[in-house]
């Protein structure tokens, strides 16, 4: 395709094409920093390509396409081209990824230890895995944890952090604006802004982690805690799961072996101050 | 400018990987993938030395396609339980059928729907017998179904509602509209039982069966899959005495000679299979048109030659239906979709 980007996060390659500059353009300068694909042969190929080939020109319109194509995924317009490009490689992950057990979860990694959350959309685990990149955590990852059915070990994937309406203002301030993609407004999910994770991140992104925690964030509800039995932490993991049917066996183990092998708590928090020192709280009750 | 040329040498001859660059691997996984044969790629190229990322990819694929055939061969388990009390036969189509029979063709392939053939009297019992094992219609639209009923060769799709896996229930191998009219009875007089109790075609009409699927049905969408899967099955059959002859027999049986000649011819271009020589024929002039209509794909997995594709697409319901009903056909189906 005539414009192309090539980035590796953790142990995936990407392949992006565009038939426009722009959504390259966009995602070189927000995966500043990012090593390449191993071999230069990536793992998946992404396509950005007019949705009908006038569609290049007139009121252009993005089909996301690649290796693994979801045939009802709709278009988008040309100003949301890096949430396409961002979109086109989660698809591939969420379609294509066998490697890995993948879990829609967040994690953030301290002495060699990770902290997974997960939830549903909105429930505040990317936020609250972004501010604690911030506070001295290694942000692992934001949208998936791979889990590695061999060795039960947690990878990181630290792609753009994906912050969402009133996130963008909490994470904003403070932080150099080198680090942040555009405001796109209007998208479908409402107004987007990616958030490039800090440079250990991605320095470190090689180095995996033993799994140590689970947490169940919950945003916007007094302070609570809960916890969770392992048949419940199954059921809901199986759900944050793209690929556990599709890994059969194997998905089965690691996910079993995950559940056995660590402690998991529903959180419901108020604000962010409060969520991260109940996350503080617990990780030092690990160790207690 | 690199094309499906470049998976069809590795597949006919992995030693042709050797020497390729970054850029070549890139292109030749993408366009395994949107041909769905990186699963058999990856079997091929099993004990070749690859760079990491390859090794990884197709490891990958490997490990894919065996759980893929794992959840194949289990729905054709649940159809034979839910229809054993009929007593009738039951005939596996396509992957599920090489993948219950242990086949190399069955080696990395991805396996969608689970296809069957049954004699034409028992449809209704075997509908009746799916639906109260929790198998239901996927498609609502009474236009759709009425049409499947009265003009084509299987039953609507059916969809398991608790495991979600298709079924494609067959009463014979070609829609009645089509010219060629094959003789399911004889594809189920002929074929053979296996420890299951399920059954498979015989070797020569699977081929024909394959060959019908590729030429005489679809636009060739998947054609490099579904010749693979004749070169695979060819070597597999040539060896056994008098195979030749029973495919040129059940070929003209079935009123499908041209497709099976066809499909030998090609497979011979594309995958140097070895092939009898009497059985496919000497060349014709559009054999060099099908195969730039197979190769159509570059290195990012896009289709190419769109005109010759939409050449291809037109034909298909050509040879689907005659013309007056076709064009009642595309004239509802454009209507609904306003």
């Given amino acids: 395709m005539k414009h192309e980007a090539r980035i590796r996060v953790g142990p995936i390659g990407f392949r992006v094409g565009s038939a426009w500059p722009g959504p390259v353009a966009a995602l070189n300068a927000l995966y500043d920093g990012y090593p390449t694909p191993r071999d230069d042969i990536p793992d998946f190929t992404v396509r950005l390509e007019p949705e009908r080939p006038w569609r290049r020109w007139v009121r252009p319109s993005i089909a996301i396409r690649g290796d693994y194509v979801l045939p009802e995924a709709s278009p988008l317009a040309l100003a949301h081209g890096l949430l396409a490009a961002e979109l086109g490689m989660n698809l591939q992950m969420a379609l294509g990824q066998r490697r890995y057990l993948l879990l829609h979860a967040s994690s953030v990694e301290r002495d060699g230890r990770a902290l997974l959350m997960t939830g549903e959309s909105g429930a505040g685990k990317s936020t609250l895995a972004a501010l604690l990149g911030e506070r001295g955590w290694r942000l692992m990852g934001d949208e998936f944890a791979l889990i590695d059915p061999a060795t039960g070990l947690v990878w990181a994937f630290p792609r753009a952090i994906s912050l969402k309406n009133q996130a963008i203002d909490v994470m904003a301030s403070g932080l150099p604006q080198a680090r942040f993609g555009p405001v796109l407004s209007g998208t479908p999910k409402g107004t987007i802004r990616h958030l490039r994770p800090d440079a250990r991140a991605i320095a470190e992104m090689d180095a995996p982690a033993r799994p140590a925690l689970l947490l169940f964030p919950r945003y916007g509800f007094a302070e609570a805690l809960r916890g969770v039995g392992a048949a419940e932490v199954f059921v809901r993991l199986t759900q944050a799961s793209t690929n556990y049917v599709a890994l059969g066996e194997s998905g089965f183990n690691a996910l079993r072996n995950l559940v056995e092998a660590i402690p998991a708590c529903a959180i419901d928090y108020p604000d962010t101050a409060s969520a991260v020192s109940l996350v503080e709280r617990l990780w030092a009750e690990l160790d207690g | ?338």
């Fill in chain 2, 1 to 338: 400018m690199r094309n499906a040329a470049l998976l069809v040498r590795a597949l006919a001859d992995p030693s042709a990987i050797i020497g390729l660059d970054a850029a070549d691997w890139t292109a030749l996984v993408a366009i395994a993938r949107a041909e769905s044969l990186i699963g058999s790629l990856a079997w091929r190229l099993e004990a070749l030395a690859v760079p990491d990322a390859v090794a990884a990819i197709l490891a990958d694929a490997r490990r894919s396609a065996a759980q893929a055939q794992t959840q194949a061969l289990w729905e054709g388990e649940m159809a034979r339980r839910a229809l054993a009390p009929l007593g009738i036969p039951v005939v596996l189509l396509k992957g599920t059928a090489y993948a219950a029979a242990g086949l190399e063709a069955a080696r990395g392939r991805t396996i969608g729907d689970l296809d069957i053939l049954v004699p034409r009297g028992a449809l209704d019992q075997v509908e009746g017998a799916l639906l109260a094992a929790g198998w239901e219609w996927v498609k609502e639209d009474p236009y759709d179904d009425l049409y499947y009923r009265r003009w084509m060769h299987e039953l609507p799709p059916l969809i398991h509602r608790a495991r979600d896996r298709m079924i494609d229930v067959h009463h014979t191998i070609l829609p009645p509209t089509a010219r060629p009219t094959p003789d399911p009875a004889a594809l189920i007089a002929g074929s053979v039982a296996l420890p299951t109790g399920l059954r498979i075609l015989s070797p020569a009409d699977m081929i024909v069966h394959s060959a019908a699927h590729l030429f005489a049905d679809g636009d060739l969408a998947g054609g490099l899959r579904n010749l693979w899967d004749i070169d695979r099955l060819l070597r597999g059959f040539a060896a056994a005495p008098g195979f030749w002859s029973a495919l040129a027999d059940r070929a003209a049986h079935h009123q499908l000679q041209p497709a099976v000649a066809r499909a030998l011819r090609l497979a011979r271009a594309i995958y140097a299979t070895p092939v009898d020589a009497d059985v496919a024929g000497p060349p014709r002039m559009a054999d060099a048109l099908y195969r730039r209509r197979l190769l159509a794909r570059d290195g990012w997995g896009r289709e190419r030659d769109k005109a010759l594709r939409f050449a291809f697409y037109v034909r298909s319901h050509w040879l689907r239906m005659p013309p007056a009903m076709l064009a009642r056909h595309l004239w509802t189906k454009a209507r609904k979709s306003r």
